[in-house]
T-cell receptor, first 116, second 111 residues
Framework: SQTIHQWPATLVQPVGSPLSLECTVEGTSNPNLYWYRQAAGRGLQLLFYSVGIGQISSEVPQNLSASRPQDRQFILSSKKLLLSDSGFYLC???????????????FGPGTRLLVL | GNSVTQMEGPVTLSEEAFLTINCTYTATGYPSLFWYVQYPGEGLQLLLKATKADDKGSNKGFEATYRKETTSFHLEKGSVQVSDSAVYFCALRGGYNKLIFGAGTRLAVHP
């Protein structure tokens, strides 16, 4: 069966510090991968998605970047965190083009980031 | 563009009450529609989905019917439990399989 992992679960970082959040998927190949952010009291916003290694699409301009160095690894980064980067970050995966049902996305447990 | 509008919460109910959470959408064509649930401190889980007009998605006693006439996908449950307390997100599938979410509706069920 497929599983998705995110770490760390919780992170407190000072303003101006770098960030690296990691997401890995097991039990599937060539998945589509997604990063979402949920700010306090707000809904989910898609930040990045990827349909393959090294391919990243950005949905909104921001202080963050994403990378996909391996098929089942998706990393969210920042060089200098802002207060407004605080939130709950969720990684998700879905089947890729060749995988059949692409519609359903499966979410990881999330990382709660607090920037002080 | 595509968008999803949900009723604002929080919704507070007593156990065994009837639940409706309204969801309407704006989209080109007829996209697949979803309800996701987020329990306290956890990530999102798919609750149910419908892929075409008049389809009814159902799971764990929850139901939602894809209504193209009213562009709606309202979530209903006949008798809620305390364990249903969570945030519920309505979503539609956009291009490149991206999900477009509503703002979420918090449900609190009291004994």
């Amino acid at each position: 069966s497929q599983t998705i992992h995110q770490w760390p679960a919780t992170l407190v970082q000072p303003v101006g510090s770098p960030l690296s959040l990691e997401c890995t998927v097991e039990g599937t190949s060539n998945p589509n991968l997604y990063w979402y952010r949920q700010a306090a009291g707000r809904g989910l916003q898609l930040l990045f998605y990827s349909v393959g290694i090294g391919q990243i699409s950005s949905e909104v301009p921001q202080n963050l970047s994403a990378s996909r160095p391996q098929d089942r690894q998706f990393i969210l980064s920042s060089k200098k965190l802002l207060l407004s980067d605080s939130g709950f970050y969720l990684c998700a995966w879905s089947q890729g083009l060749a995988g059949g049902n692409q519609e359903t996305q499966y979410f990881g447990p999330g990382t709660r980031l607090l920037v002080l | 563009g595509n968008s999803v509008t949900q009723m604002e919460g929080p919704v507070t109910l007593s156990e065994e009450a009837f639940l409706t959470i309204n969801c309407t959408y704006t989209a080109t064509g007829y996209p697949s529609l979803f309800w996701y649930v987020q329990y306290p401190g956890e990530g999102l889980q798919l609750l149910l989905k419908a892929t075409k007009a008049d389809d009814k998605g159902s799971n764990k006693g929850f139901e939602a019917t894809y209504r193209k006439e009213t562009t709606s996908f309202h979530l209903e449950k006949g008798s809620v439990q305390v364990s249903d307390s969570a945030v519920y997100f309505c979503a539609l599938r956009g291009g490149y399989n991206k999900l477009i979410f509503g703002a979420g509706t918090r449900l609190a069920v009291h004994p």
